[in-house]
């Protein structure tokens, strides 16, 4: 039996560049015990190595604090005998990787920083032939699948799979362009005992036996929920594939549908502030390594209150102030004013023939065909999504209309 942490898509020198100075510190600093968490992680349970499929910084300028942090964390790793098979990404491509030439030359450090497919065999603390399958990226932008170049398993050996790939079918976050795209019947064809991959930051497993360990820490609000890596064990016949968890700072999205019945900016911010301090609970995380958004949803009164920077700002701080969060944010584009929308279509007027036009879905198929062929979209959508997406651009536009076309006269 052998066993390996399975890591990617660290990013360690992100700028976080829509962050405030003092936000951006806070988030650098959980990156770093992130990192440090996993490393004792590997080194607590003696593991027999490190798999880092990728993208472990972000781009080729990397600060002399973040290459002095990251060569002490994996010096420790191979101090206490661990080998490290690292696998560059469109991220951290040759150039970028020129950090690792301390490390070249130890003997438990296996890099594949170039579009060369290596075939390595490897012997284990227990003496058990094993053999690693790697290949990285020679520059920033490699479109070729050198997946299909793997060898297929021959022996009866152990097989480690390692690259930075996108497979078409994964659950992906949003505008991640794809490199070195592999289908996975390519991947499983291989009938290795693990392939290690790295470039999609949502951790999953597309086989029982094929991971994207997603990234170490989250880096957005699209990167919510828990993050770190896979705990991999191999034996000869049995693969077993546990998530295991390091991140420090959470990230989190709450949708919250207004009601009517809120009329003022100060019930507005008691209701944020329940419902925030619910999920915290619920979580079971520390508000102070939270970074949340919220999205307020619905019809409301507010709408026009919501559309002032200066209010929203300070609903944002006041919230912050009561939950301790480490930072929040309050997204207010889906509330729509409380207009009567039936009432308004069965007048006689050009807005309710506009309105009608609108609702009409006898167009929708030919509509639906028209959006998707758009270069903006990659036609992978699902009919559902399709519908879904349909749907919100027809209630987006509905309010808009209404809202040029429906004057509001406030007495003074």
Not at 324 to 349: C, M, P, Q, R, W
Not at 350 to 359: A, T
């Amino acid at each position: 039996m052998i066993r390996f942490l399975h890591l990617s898509d660290v990013h360690l020198n992100v700028g976080f560049a829509n962050k405030s100075s003092i936000i951006r510190k806070q988030i650098k600093e959980a990156l770093y015990e992130s990192i440090e968490k996993a490393m004792d992680f590997t080194i607590e349970n003696a593991l027999e190595g490190l798999i880092i499929a990728g993208d472990f910084f972000d781009d080729e300028k990397i600060p002399f604090r973040d290459e002095y942090f990251i060569l002490a964390q994996l010096k420790r790793i191979l101090d206490h005998g661990i080998k490290i098979f690292y696998v560059t990404g469109n991220h951290d491509p040759m150039l970028t990787a020129r950090f690792l030439e301390p490390l070249r030359h130890h003997a438990l450090f296996y890099g594949f920083d170039d579009d060369t497919i290596k075939c390595i065999d490897v012997k284990s603390r227990s003496n058990l032939t094993y053999k690693v399958v790697g290949v990285g990226h020679k520059s920033k932008n490699e479109q070729r699948n050198l997946i299909e170049m793997f060898p297929c398993k021959s022996n009866d050996d152990i097989w480690l799979g390692i690259g930075h790939a996108s497979v078409p079918s994964a659950i992906e976050v949003a505008d991640k362009a794809r490199y070195m795209a592999a289908p996975l019947a390519q991947i499983e064809k291989l009938n290795y005992n693990y392939f290690a991959l790295g470039h999609i930051h949502i951790r999953q497993l597309l086989t029982p036996k094929i991971g994207y360990s997603g990234s170490l820490q989250g880096l957005s609000i699209k990167e919510t929920g828990p993050k770190g890596g896979f705990l991999v064990t191999l034996t000869q016949n049995v693969t077993q594939v546990e998530p295991v968890n390091f991140n420090v700072i959470h990230w989190a999205q709450y949708d919250l549908k207004l009601q009517t019945s809120i009329q003022t900016l100060s019930e507005l911010q008691q209701l944020i502030v329940e419902h925030v301090s619910s999920y915290i609970e619920t979580h079971a995380s520390a508000a102070k390594q939270m970074i949340m958004r919220m999205n307020l949803v619905g019809k409301s009164a507010l709408k026009a209150q919501l559309e002032l920077g200066s209010n929203l700002t300070f609903l944002t701080e006041v919230v912050k102030d009561k939950t301790g969060l480490l930072d929040f944010e309050i997204k207010s584009h889906n509330v729509y004013n409380n207009f009567d929308l039936d009432a308004l279509a069965s007048e006689n007027t050009i807005l309710s023939q506009m309105i009608r036009r609108i609702s009409d879905d006898t167009y929708e198929p030919e509509l639906l065909k028209k959006i998707f062929n758009l270069p903006i979209f990659d036609g992978k959508q699902t009919a559902l999504e399709k519908e879904a997406y349909l749907l919100a651009m027809k209630t987006n536009l509905l309010h808009e209309v209404i809202d040029r076309m429906v004057v509001k006269t406030d007495d003074h």
